[in-house]
């Protein structure tokens, strides 16, 4: 398996969905900041998938770091998360998959 591969194993083996990693290790800057908003706007087949997400970006996307307030943020990923607080800061959305969307957070 290649290393790119082996590296989204962690986020697999709770059935995350791994486009939205990929596609914000290649968009969010390396000094750019970003925050995790986890909720239930997804279906998922596995009570821990939720709970992984937001520890998983953050190893994956490291060196970039990942904040606690998403307005506070450069960028969010969202995971069935809520994003209507902040719909007017949000710009160069791309959702991934139903329920799951990275976005640029204006300020």
């Known amino acids: 398996m290649?290393?790119?591969q082996r590296e989204l194993l962690g986020a697999r083996a709770a059935d995350v969905d791994t486009r939205v990693f990929v596609e914000a290790r290649n968009?969010?800057?390396v000094d750019e900041t970003y925050a995790?908003?986890?909720g239930p706007n997804i279906e998922v087949s596995l009570a821990s998938t939720r709970d992984a997400?937001?520890?998983f970006a953050r190893?994956?996307?490291l060196p970039r770091r990942q904040v606690p307030e998403p307005e506070n943020a450069d960028w969010?990923?969202?995971f069935g998360g809520?994003?209507?607080p902040l719909e007017t800061r949000l710009r160069d959305r791309l959702p991934i998959a139903p329920g799951i969307e990275l976005a640029r957070v204006t300020r």
């Open 2 to 4: 290649p290393a790119d």
């Open 27 to 29: 968009r969010i800057a």
């Open 36 to 38: 995790v908003v986890v």
């Open 53 to 55: 997400v937001a520890p």
């Open 59 to 61: 190893y994956y996307l």
């Open 76 to 78: 969010v990923i969202s």
């Open 82 to 84: 809520d994003l209507k």
